[in-house]
């Protein structure tokens, strides 16, 4: 305690984090900054009520594209509304002139207008700023999302209480890395439908495109499973005020599509599911002590058929549920005592020849559960276990790095072996610490250790965590953003992107645009935002 | 950075704290725990068409107090809202029977009703729960409130959807310490009014007694003063959008009283003054970089008579706006490079016979500021620099013992000086870490350190501090309950009153009665409220 406590002598200045010289940067507060961006000093006027965003005559998608009709509402809404409501112009200095218009142009054949993203859907865009026409040209909608979101919207003044206006500018931008993910766990304390709502909002601001929903796990099952009812039932932690209905998983859903996100649901087996024992009778391992059962459960039951059955049922549901073409199976942090302390798995262990290494029961289980989501036509993800532990996965697999020792030797190994993988080992935002621990996530590169060309096309990107001990509704948003706003554009921009001072000043601005939306973003440091958040 | 994301090999129990195991504390969820309690299990049903609180008929308050009124509707409300709604009463189990009134009586003639808190307030009560009448008694006004928030309300079953219901209580309880304080800054970030009311709502659920409102500081200085406008003019961060108005203090002030706190507020000098400078020409030193001024200031310039006739005018306001016996004067950090770049310090030195000790200029400086402030009848609080420093303090003067080395020390030589003293050294809430640092807070005993019963007394107290660097609107609320609520009952109940899992059992529920109140207290660790958080 007084090794902690000594950093508190000097009051106000005692982290090992820098702390940035203040100043402007030249980018205003674009975040996370595109890959090419040209700003001129031309500044053009843009009028509340004038302004209005159309889509180009030759785009392949239009008013009857409900997510772009969606989108221009969104963010007419973010730009204007406190202006309109002014319903005045008080121009304070000669502006080269109006802009009156955006005009949005999907370029290919195919919009992708109904469909869902996907890890290689286009996300391209460009960017034209100029006067009396600004034009965003992008292939497919996803593309014309993200430029709506950061590209056009953000750049200077945007978010002063003074008359909108915009510079001249061109953007030519593409994200880095195809999976720019954020895990929230549901299981440790159950979010209400809205606190992942805004978070997925302020996800699209950021430019993520995958909500890894980390849904069930020991503590509770809030995921009402149409199959098996009893699953949440029983192993919610209340079994209609704390779950997810179909119909909120539905719209959690078409809520992130709309702004171009993923959602990979996580069903960690064969660990971390205490909480599907107490609806589902035979499931979990039954522990002993001695020579009789102690009345605890370990891990699912790796040996009986029972158990297989019930998986390739839950998992043709999930396959339904949820249309991404992914589904996370977990696999990390088997405890092997119970099944150590079981006899039936002892004999079991023998017959199999499997000698003492559980690790090889644990990837029996495993092999079988894959094989069974396999037939679902869907792909997986599995924590860095399961590779580690030589079990045989397709080769689309996506292994997810979390382990804090030995980051670079893993994603090495688990691109020699040629699987695609996704970083979360830096960016764990439970762990929380004094001081401004956003430039420890922005240091991070997912691309630092040794290996050929072809391995690290192989990292498509990573995911920040935010496990769920220590966080719910009532203080999950401030502590995720925008601290979640790092990785964000360390996923998205490019590799050389890393000055910190300039990336201070530009989140500094982001963070407040948030704040103003109404996400109660917390503060990087001392100062403050012309508009202060309005909740408690 | 890999020593601390070591541990984060195991994703979810990876700290120093303890993790209490979880049961049921025989004092359900009072906190802080009564002095004195016995609770039997016969349960009374409470219910909200027929219970009412009523003064006695002896009691020497009544319907003309405005603060016990205010308080009764409150309660009221907290307990009742949404029963009543519901407005049917599903009893599911025999209950002893009714409780249909609180008779709240007022013993001393003198009830304080009109009067504000004080260091030498009796806030005692006692509380007897039975059927039909509970009685709730106390001297002065402010036991009745201390006994209503935690006293009555907070036994069994009150924040559950069920029927109100209490079981037989009889409790007899004081406060360990007299000065239980929150300092918030104001300076660093601006905090806006309902954040502030808002939180003061959250030390009465705590017991927490003092605000210490570090109002201004380097940053920005939001205080409008009527006599010296152009302070915050100049200083605050927005001239009207980010100050606290003379009625926006006094409603503050006001809001605080009818909850028994007392607003202290903190104008430290010499030192922490930046934002001073920007509305008072010649306030503060100008530094020289070789023989011209460089263009920045430093401390308060302690060699010019118009410093101290500001000085005079500024606390002449401070002392009519702020109704407390007491102003806290700060005088810590003074950094004296500043001071010795500067030749016209330098030759005031040498005329006062200072030699090269800084420390005496600063003592000069402060000794006549604590004379000014004697004139207008406060008495003061101080950072410890001062007393370390050896400027000679009036004999009721309060030394505020905040740096963590040495605490015990410090407060043996404090005490053997003679002076109250308050400690805050462990309790610097700003220090964020992992896992449940709650514990960290609740360990610590502010009587520890070797001394005469005579030195123990005279440390009256102490107070959480919630540094403004890194929290504003956004995330304070959270960040500061319930780990506040640590210090609160260690401040509050007896010394012994030490046990981690009962404490555990207590602080969860009585975390989530906050929650359900409408203040957004981050969760103690996995798990769930009845009612969760409503906001985002």
Known sequence: MLSCQLSADWQHHSTSYEEPTLGDSPYGSLWPLPQKV????????????SFHIFDAKASSSGASCRL???????YDEYIFTSSRKQGQNKSKKALASDMSELQVWITSADSECDSYPSVTSDESYKLSVDSPVAVLKAPKVWGALRGRV????STHCLYSDEEKSINRTDIHDFPRFAHRGLLLDTSRHFLPIKVILA????????KFNVFHWHIVDDPSFPYLSRT???????????PYTHVYTPSDVKMIIEFARLRGIRVVPEFDTPGHTQSWGKGQKDLLTPCYSGASPSGSFGPVNPMLNTTYDFMSMFFKEVNTVFPDAYVHLGGDEVDFSCWKSNPDIQKFMEQQGFGMDYSKLESFYIQRLLDIVTTTNKGYMIWQEVFDNGVKLKSDTVVHVWMGNKVEEELQKVTEAGFTTILSAPWYLDYISYGQDWQKFYRAEPLSFKGTDAQKKLVIGGEAC???????ATNLTPRLWPRASAVGERLWSDRDVRDLNDAYSRLAKHRCRMVQRGIPAEPLFTGYCAHEYKGV
């Open 68 to 74: 772009l009709q969606n989108a221009y509402r969104r």
């Open 228 to 238: 098996f009812p009893q699953l949440s039932q029983h192993g919610a932690y209340h």
């Open 199 to 206: 978070n997925l909002e302020a996800m699209a601001w950021n």
């Open 150 to 153: 950061h590209g056009f919207y």
């Open 38 to 49: 040209q700003i001129s000093t031309v500044v053009f006027k843009l009028s509340g009520a």
């Open 466 to 472: 935010l496990w769920g001990e220590y966080v719910d």
